[in-house]
């Protein structure tokens, strides 16, 4: 079975400053990648995904992730941060196989400060 | 694009009553899967359909969970003889499926409050 390791449950930022929230998981197989954000009383939306192909991936809201499968890490950055990318952060795996259904991580909890 | 949507938003019931949730997936989407989020910790997986079949259930979905999906349309998740530890947020999330198209999308979600 797969599983998914947030180390830092919070993450504090100052503004314009740059983040790196950190992912690392466990899996005997192939697997896909997936850094989801959860605003306050919201469902999730994919910032982005690493299928196959090049392992520095480009997401949305200026957010990237590198793919490293000697360390199985899977780390989400941004170079500045603002105010409203406060929130809840989610890596996931699925299987490259059969059953597409995702393992999360605890979440990490990034907060900008002004 | 509409968008995953579930109903109710939220839900306040109390122990030992039935309650029943409805997602409605992204219309040309075949993969339905619902998940549970407790407070502090990522979703868990339920439960998957393709189509109307429902083809893996977790060990969480205890005997008093069912869900369907008539028709490969929209899903229902009931929970009979509710149970404090039954309150969380529910999500649905959908998906056409299969190689690059396996990106999940996800509802709002349904909050469950089991007094």
């Known amino acids: 079975a797969q599983s998914v390791t947030q180390l830092d449950s919070q993450v504090p930022v100052f503004e314009e400053a740059p983040v790196e929230l950190r992912c690392n998981y466990s899996?005997?197989?192939?697997?896909?990648l997936f850094w989801y954000v959860q605003y306050p009383n919201q469902g999730l939306q994919l910032l982005l995904k690493?299928?196959?192909?090049?392992?520095l991936v480009k997401g949305i809201n200026g957010f990237e992730a590198e793919f490293n499968k000697s360390q199985t890490s899977f780390h989400l950055r941004k170079p500045s941060v603002h105010i409203s990318d406060t929130a809840e952060y989610f890596c996931?795996?699925?299987?490259?196989?059969?059953?597409?259904?995702?393992?999360f991580g605890t979440g990490t909890r990034l907060t900008i400060i002004p | 694009d509409t968008g995953v949507s579930q109903n109710p938003r939220h839900k306040i019931t109390k122990r030992g009553q039935n309650v029943t949730f409805r997602c409605d997936p992204i219309s040309e989407h075949n993969r339905l899967y619902w998940y549970r989020q407790t407070l502090g910790q990522g979703p868990e997986f339920l439960t998957y359909?393709?189509?109307?079949?429902?083809?893996?259930k977790s060990r969480l979905l205890s005997d008093r969970f069912s869900a369907e999906r008539p028709k490969g349309s929209f899903s229902t998740l009931e929970i009979q003889r509710t149970e404090q530890g039954d309150s969380a947020m529910y999500l649905c999330?959908?998906?056409?499926?299969?190689?690059?198209?396996?990106?999940?999308?996800f509802g709002p979600g349904t909050r469950l409050l089991v007094l």
């Open positions: 996931a795996v699925s299987l490259n196989f059969g059953n597409e259904k995702l393992t």
């Open positions: 359909f393709q189509n109307e079949a429902q083809l893996e």
């Open positions: 690493y299928l196959s192909g090049s392992t």
């Open positions: 999330a959908s998906s056409m499926g299969g190689g690059q198209e396996r990106t999940q999308y």
């Open positions: 899996s005997s197989v192939s697997v896909y």
